[in-house]
């Protein structure tokens, strides 16, 4: 296993643990995170790793950003997985971010379930997709609602990350 695996599990158990017990991810931990992904990408593989970087970047901004703009997940998630797209690139970025999803939305449901609240919960994502497809995000399903039920991130960023890490080199 090479530095930028060990950087980013290093990373994302700290993550974890931070989002875990405080429900934000720091930017002292993801801002140099994001930073350093093209620094190394190009000291490793010159312009082409800077490409690379920059295409998980983007890739990271693509998916989770719509999540974000309709207050669904935090920033400190959309700069994790931007983070996690510099420093593996486009392609395992996307398949990290797809088994994200699907960690995610079982750990909701399993959430969800254990707080007695899966029907409400089930009731505000649909509010949640309907408000994007007026262009306005309404509060209902977001951060932003302080009854509302919400599930840190960053485990599931971890465990889709992880899964990408295992499909590619396990």
């Known amino acids: 296993m090479n530095l930028s695996w060990w950087s980013i599990f290093v990373v994302l158990a700290i993550a974890t643990l931070w989002d875990l017990a405080t429900r934000r991810i720091p930017n002292w931990l993801v801002v140099p995170f994001l930073l350093a992904g093209p620094a190394v ?3 490793r593989h010159g312009w082409h790793g800077l490409a690379a ?3 998980g970047i983007a890739v990271a901004a693509l998916i989770t950003g719509p999540m974000c703009w309709l207050r669904g997940m935090g920033m400190g998630d959309l700069k ?6 510099a420093w593996i ?3 395992p970025v ?5 088994m994200t999803a699907i960690a995610g939305g079982i750990m909701a ?8 609240s899966l029907g409400r919960s089930l009731d505000s994502t649909g509010n949640l997709l309907r408000s994007g497809f007026r262009g306005a995000p309404r509060r209902v399903a ?3 609602n302080p009854a509302g039920l919400s599930v840190p991130y960053a485990p599931a960023i971890a465990i889709g990350t992880v899964l990408a890490f295992l499909a590619n080199h396990g």
């Open 41 to 43: 990408s190009v000291w």
């Open 53 to 55: 970087s920059l295409g």
């Open 109 to 116: 449901v399993g959430y969800a379930l254990l707080h007695g």
């Open 94 to 98: 996307f398949f990290a971010l797809v």
């Open 89 to 91: 690139g486009p392609g």
């Open 80 to 85: 994790l997985c931007a983070g996690i797209g």
């Open 142 to 144: 977001s951060l932003d």
